[in-house]
């Protein structure tokens, strides 16, 4: 099947190396009524909102119907080359894009990102789902260190709810993205809420990658820990229950006082280690400093302070702190850690919620994932 060329709307920069913003259009609706959702975005990036290729299917979720009679996995990687080959004319590698797309746009939109997830600086999902039949990529960590925008509506009847369901947990947990999530109490909507967010997070990303710049996406080849002794070995069990609203807690699977004690005092007889209250964590927590450090701001949880990792109470047990992009999706993808929702917007790439240790054992591999932390603050 061929299609022609897009049909696309702009508003916002024409500056050819500003940052492109492409909004995806829902059932029912085309790149003219989607774009009139940039007037509500930051200042300074392009937008440019695309119409679906063909009419059929109800916008961009024509690749969800078989009644075309093409197997779905190759009707959606026809029409993502056809897509790729207007993006990359137009946005050539080097210039930040991040897709935003609602409905079936947003299905289309986690198409594009799945399955090249190095080619995107973000991902806004708005009410919609994740093309999981479509044979997109959908493996743990793949898109660590790529900031993404979802929002749910909770009386959204037009998405299946299962598939919502499926997409909310991969993204707010295996995928390693750090997921600014949101639970709209609307409809199949965007509301005046879900913009207002939308606008905060595009306006953070986009400053966060003109001051820090883009940190590498999805799984490491190999990552090379210096503070454990035979590598950082895969997490045994599932994942921890881990709130996907601020703050970020750990809800299950928890250490006992036994094993948060000894994980404590290790961290606390590091050289250089002083023990305090933290600014920014929740009461009860205790937090870590280093008088001297030359690390970058980006090395902290907290640079004013040199406050590089902090310790939940014991209703919770995990740590926050920053880790080397690549050790941070190592540590993701070997079931350790997750991001926090504000990584690569308001905090560091490397910002993660390490687990609580549940053994003996784990405590030495969390302390070796502590100290990898202090290391890269000492710089």
């Known amino acids: 099947m061929s299609f022609e060329a897009p049909v696309v709307a702009t508003a916002g920069s024409t500056d050819p190396q500003a940052p492109l913003v492409v909004l995806l259009h829902g059932r029912g609706a085309d790149e003219s009524s989607i774009l009139a959702l940039a007037e509500h975005l930051p200042d300074g990036p392009a937008y440019a909102a695309v119409r679906a290729p063909i009419a059929e299917g109800g916008g961009f979720a024509w690749f969800e119907n078989r009644g075309i009679g093409r197997p779905v996995e190759e009707s959606l990687a026809e029409a993502i080359a056809w897509f790729r080959d207007w993006l990359d004319e137009i946005a050539p590698e080097g210039r930040p894009v991040i897709p935003v797309g609602f409905s079936g746009g947003a299905a289309f939109a ?101 001051t820090v710049g883009s940190a590498p996406v999805g799984v490491p080849d190999a990552a090379a820990w210096s503070t454990l002794a035979d590598g950082l070995p895969a997490r045994g069990g599932a994942r921890p229950l881990v709130s996907w609203a601020y703050p970020q807690q750990q809800f299950s699977d928890q250490s006992t006082h036994e094993l948060q004690t000894a994980l404590f005092e290790r961290i606390e007889r590091a050289e250089g280690v002083s023990v305090g ?3 920014v964590a929740v009461p009860g927590s205790r937090a870590f400093f280093l008088a001297e450090a030359a690390g970058p701001d980006e090395a902290f949880v907290v640079a004013e302070d040199n406050e590089f990792a902090h310790l939940h109470p014991l209703y919770d047990t995990s740590l926050h702190l920053t880790l080397p992009a690549d050790l941070a999706a190592d540590a993701i993808a070997k079931g350790w850690a997750q991001p926090h929702m504000h990584s690569g917007t308001r905090k560091s790439p490397g910002f993660v919620l390490v687990y609580g240790p549940r053994t003996e054992a784990e405590v030495e591999i969390v302390a070796g994932i502590v100290e990898a932390s202090r290391l890269y603050a000492l710089g």
């Open 277 to 279: 209250e933290s600014q």
């Open 110 to 210: 986690g198409g594009l990102v799945l399955s090249d997830p190095a080619r995107f600086a973000g991902l806004g999902v708005l009410n919609g789902t994740l093309p999981f039949d479509a044979g997109v990529p959908v493996d743990v960590a793949r898109l660590a260190g790529l900031p993404v925008f979802l929002v749910q509506g909770e009386q959204d009847l037009v998405i299946p709810s299962d598939l919502l369901g499926r997409t909310w947990d991969y993204l707010t947990g295996d995928s390693g993205a750090p997921t600014l999530a949101r639970r709209d109490p609307g409809a199949h909507i965007i509301s005046e809420e879900t913009v207002a967010e939308l606008n905060d997070w595009l306006s953070r990303r986009l400053h966060h990658l003109e």
